[in-house]
């Protein structure tokens, strides 16, 4: 029987990519001569410090910029406060992987009141699609990719 998982995972080495990227820009760019601004990314969180909060959201547009450019959906970062520590200020981005309860709720309710005929079941952080025609797992991957989830989504392991 054809099935597909739905999943939402970051791809690491294309974000530690996306976070070099960014630092590189901050040392050859004018207004942070002197500054120190940088970028940590250490297990799945980022650390942004800078001198003040105007240079922390320069630095966060940076990064924004440098993800999108190499294809990583911004709505994997959760954004934690501005927090002062010494003569500088730092914020902590969160890395959202695996698709929460809630989510995977809404998302079965959603496969399911589009009346196709196929099966959703919540496995963990992902969920599961099978279904008799390979046809019908297709159109719910459009119909998925169409409606607005409150987290990125990737369609893997699609089996024949």
Do not use: C, W
Not at 60 to 89: A, F, H, P, S
Not at 94 to 101: F, V
Not at 138 to 155: A, C, G
């Amino acid at each position: 029987m054809p099935s597909f998982d739905i999943v939402s995972e970051v791809d690491m080495h294309e974000m530690t990519n996306a976070v070099d990227q960014a630092s590189r820009e901050v040392t050859t760019r004018f207004d942070f001569r002197g500054v120190d601004a940088r970028f940590k990314l250490k297990g799945e969180v980022i650390t942004l410090f800078a001198d003040v909060d105007f240079q922390l959201k320069q630095l966060l547009d940076i990064l924004y910029n440098k993800m999108t450019k190499r294809n990583v959906d911004i709505g994997y970062l959760d954004t934690g406060k501005v927090e002062g520590v010494g003569k500088q200020v730092r914020q902590r981005l969160n890395l959202k992987q695996g698709i929460d309860t809630v989510t995977a709720k809404k998302i079965v309710k959603m496969i399911k009141d589009k009346k196709l005929k196929v099966q959703a079941q919540i496995q963990g952080e992902q969920v599961r699609v099978t279904g008799k025609k390979r046809d019908d797992l297709q159109s719910v991957i459009t119909f998925l990719r169409s409606e607005n989830t409150d987290v990125p989504l990737q369609f893997n392991n699609f089996r024949d």
